[in-house]
């Protein structure tokens, strides 16, 4: 951006980089006394069953780069994990798996 002349407005991007990186964004809370929310990324339905075990239901499935959450959604089990999966597979090869904190 600095070669070309172009001013950033807003957030800057290093604070961009830094969220978008699940292990450096984890870090940053680490060195603020913070927790981050378990979570893995996966590639395929098999990687996603992989992660959700680890995290165990509900989940968060988030698809990747998509504004809006375009197939994103919480799953109870592994069937509705399953169609979230497929959904963001359509159009993404990357999604999230998040350990879901509920509240009530």
Known sequence: ?????????????PAIVM???REV???MLESIGE?????????TVEEAKIAANKVKYPCLVRAAFALGGLG????NNEQVRVVF??????FLKLLFIYFFVVSV
């Open 1 to 13: 951006m600095e070669k070309y002349g172009v001013k950033v407005l807003g957030t800057p991007i």
């Open 19 to 21: 969220t978008e990186d």
């Open 25 to 27: 964004f984890a870090r």
């Open 35 to 43: 927790n981050a929310a378990l979570s893995f990324s996966a590639t």
């Open 72 to 75: 994103s959604g919480f799953a």
């Open 85 to 90: 999966c497929f959904v963001v597979f359509l």
